[in-house]
């Protein structure tokens, strides 16, 4: 198994540019989360889903939209890049308690 | 919502001697505490959990306690070898899943040789 995957590993984006960031998990779990990793401030859930389907907004969801149209993508997209968007995002993946992270895309916006 | 403080944020220890983080929660209804792993470069990995009915865990050299009461948990990590140095992560959750997690903001440990 795989395990969690993310794509790309690093991506530099200007200011109001678009784009995606795909994760995917090979071990069939229902739930699945977006994390960001700022310095000092430990990982903060962005949006989650507990299933195909169905998706909800974490604790920081503005400026990304997500979608959950299989059980195994979990695509997180940037619909106008800022500035403050700049981090490591991580995806992650469970079936119960233990979530799975996939090994994070750094961010950079210009 | 939830809010999750860990301290201390930096730890220095000598190999051979134990390295405890705490941490400190705000909302009475989480009830599920994992403590996580971060490598330089990689993701977070879990290391140990801890249920709200349960006061204390181990797992070989590391072990968590849990004071529902006061709202704080701790990890313990004794006998420290170079291998243990990371980032380590406390986080809460209300949802049995766990899947909703509220993390700390992180301990940078350094285990000298």
């Known amino acids: 198994n795989a395990g969690v995957t993310q794509t790309p590993k690093f991506q530099v984006l200007k200011t109001g540019q678009s784009m995606t960031l795909q994760c995917a998990q090979d071990?069939?779990?229902?739930?699945m989360s977006w994390y960001r990793q700022d310095p000092g401030m430990g990982l903060r859930l962005i949006h989650y889903?507990?299933?195909?389907?169905?998706?909800d907004q974490g604790e920081v969801p503005n400026g990304y939209n997500v979608s959950r149209s299989t059980t195994e993508d979990f695509p997180l997209r940037l619909l106008s890049a800022a500035p403050s968007q700049t981090s490591v995002y991580f995806c992650?993946?469970?079936?119960?308690?233990?979530?799975?992270f996939g090994p994070g895309t750094r961010l950079t916006v210009l | 919502g939830e809010n999750v403080e860990q301290h201390p944020s930096t730890l220095s220890v000598q190999e051979g001697d134990s390295a405890v983080i705490k941490c400190t929660y705000s909302?009475?209804?989480?009830?599920?505490f994992p403590w996580y792993k971060q490598e330089l470069g990689k993701g977070p990995q879990l290391i140990i959990d801890?249920?709200?009915?349960?006061g204390e865990k181990k797992d070989q050299r590391i072990a968590v306690t849990l004071n529902k009461t006061a709202k704080h948990f701790s990890l313990h990590i004794t006998e420290t070898q170079p291998e243990d140095s990371a980032v380590y992560f406390c986080?809460?959750?209300?949802?049995?899943?766990?899947?909703?997690?509220?993390f700390g903001g992180g301990t940078r440990v350094l285990v000298k040789p």
């Open positions: 986080a809460a959750s209300k949802q049995a899943a766990g899947n909703k997690l509220t």
């Open positions: 889903s507990v299933g195909a389907g169905i998706t």
């Open positions: 071990m069939n779990h229902e739930y």
């Open positions: 909302d009475s209804a989480s009830n599920y």
């Open positions: 992650a993946s469970s079936y119960f308690s233990e979530q799975f």
């Open positions: 801890i249920r709200s009915n349960v």
